[in-house]
């Protein structure tokens, strides 16, 4: 496992950008995949986004494609989702989160990680 800590929520308008940001410890971050979860109230938590840095493309849900982008720098051992044109459904507090994947795979199940951030609260509003 690696611990992860995030940063970069807020509140923002609709149309609005936001970077979230999720700083790794404790192992070869290179070896990880890394994806960005959210959960709203009542709802269940979702991947938006995933990737291993790798030659397979990043994942994103259909519901943010096309504005999420999802980045790594490995000699930062940092993971960035990059936020634009977010809408009020954007709201959440989103999770990065990190499993051990050196082959070029990645997951996009909850329950496939086992490294979690302690969440941040992204409002979208106006």
């Known amino acids: 496992q690696v611990q992860l800590v995030e940063s970069g929520g807020g509140l923002v308008q609709p149309g609005g950008s936001l970077r979230l940001s999720c700083v790794a410890s404790?192992?070869?971050?290179?070896?990880?995949?890394m994806a960005w979860f959210r959960q709203a109230p009542g709802k269940e938590r979702e991947c938006v986004a995933a990737?291993?840095?790798?030659?397979?493309?990043?994942f994103y849900a259909d519901s943010v494609k096309g504005r999420f982008t999802i980045s790594r720098d490995d000699a930062k051992s940092t993971a960035y989702l990059q936020m634009n044109t977010l809408k009020t459904e954007d709201t959440a507090v989103y999770y990065c989160?990190?499993?051990?994947?050196?082959?070029?795979?990645?997951?996009?199940?909850?329950?496939?990680?086992?490294?979690w951030g302690q969440g941040t609260q992204v409002t979208v509003s106006s």
């Open positions: 989160a990190a499993r051990y994947a050196p082959g070029n795979w990645y997951p996009t199940g909850a329950h496939e990680y086992d490294s």
């Open positions: 404790g192992r070869t971050f290179s070896n990880y995949a």
């Open positions: 990737s291993n840095g790798r030659s397979r493309g990043p």
